[in-house]
């Protein structure tokens, strides 16, 4: 199963920005989805942003659209959820995760993804 590792965490003011990075044991984004997901502690996943492989596209929550960007390169190379215009709601912290299934589309869904990283921390103050 591939390891995940997210950085880029922190604090920030509203109206600012943070990039988040998920780098991967291996090659992986190149045929697998990923996506981002946040939790606030004793409430459910959410889905925030995800990507297909085949035909690349992108897929993102009403919540962070036109704010937050997810990209990859379909290297080794982290995947990367640039976070502009933040919010305090934006509070929460963030896993990264890779699908289960090659060549998946359209896959928001967390049971679809069967990696997870141990999420980074995420603080907006207003």
């Known amino acids: 199963q591939v390891q995940l590792v997210e950085s880029g965490g922190g604090l920030a003011q509203a109206g600012g920005s943070l990039r988040l990075s998920c780098a991967a044991s291996e090659r992986t984004f190149s045929q697998y989805a990923v996506g981002w997901f946040r939790r606030t502690p004793g409430k459910e996943l959410e889905f925030v942003a995800a990507?297909?492989?085949?035909?690349?596209?992108?897929y993102y929550a009403d919540s962070v659209k036109g704010r937050f960007t997810i990209s990859t390169d379909n290297s080794k190379n982290p995947a990367y959820l640039q976070m502009n215009s933040l919010k305090p709601e934006d509070t929460d912290v963030y896993h990264c995760?890779?699908?289960?299934?090659?060549?998946?589309?359209?896959?928001?869904?967390?049971?679809?993804?069967?990696?997870w990283g141990q999420g980074t921390q995420v603080t907006v103050s207003s």
């Open positions: 990507t297909s492989t085949s035909p690349f596209s992108t």
């Open positions: 995760a890779v699908d289960s299934t090659p060549l998946r589309t359209g896959a928001t869904d967390p049971a679809y993804f069967g990696s």
